[in-house]
């Protein structure tokens, strides 16, 4: 079974940062990509930053590019987002995903599984 556990949400002020965390188990990520997607209030999930399993490419929406950094420990089936810069655009629930193969950017459909989220808050 494919368990996704994100944490690390907060309440930040405006220029912040936060490091978002996803346990993952029930798949190896030889197989799998992953990435993180976000849910502002009143708007749709959106993606934020994916990594391909295949050669590690990573994939960052225009919004982000420059202020966060997805990376992955094999070692301790965890998946990071480290998030610097924060501005109260980047207010959502962020989401950890998981869909099977490579990628060549970030899935307009998004993901086959998802975590249950985690809130990130930014102050102005």
């Known amino acids: 079974e494919v368990q996704l556990v994100e944490s690390g949400g907060g309440l930040v002020q405006t220029g912040g940062s936060l490091r978002l965390s996803c346990k993952f188990s029930?798949?190896?990520?030889?197989?799998?990509?992953m990435g993180w997607f976000r849910q502002a209030p009143g708007k749709e999930r959106e993606g934020v930053s994916c990594?391909?399993?295949?050669?590690?490419?990573?994939y960052y929406a225009d919004s982000v590019q420059g202020r966060f950094t997805i990376s992955s420990d094999n070692a301790k089936n965890t998946l990071y987002l480290q998030m610097n810069g924060l501005t109260p655009d980047d207010t959502a629930i962020y989401y950890c995903?998981?869909?099977?193969?490579?990628?060549?950017?970030?899935?307009?459909?998004?993901?086959?599984?998802y975590g249950k989220g985690t809130l990130v808050n930014v102050s102005s």
């Open positions: 995903g998981a869909v099977r193969g490579p990628l060549w950017g970030i899935p307009k459909y998004g993901m086959t599984y």
């Open positions: 029930g798949f190896t990520e030889d197989d799998y990509s």
């Open positions: 990594i391909s399993n295949d050669d590690g490419s990573t």
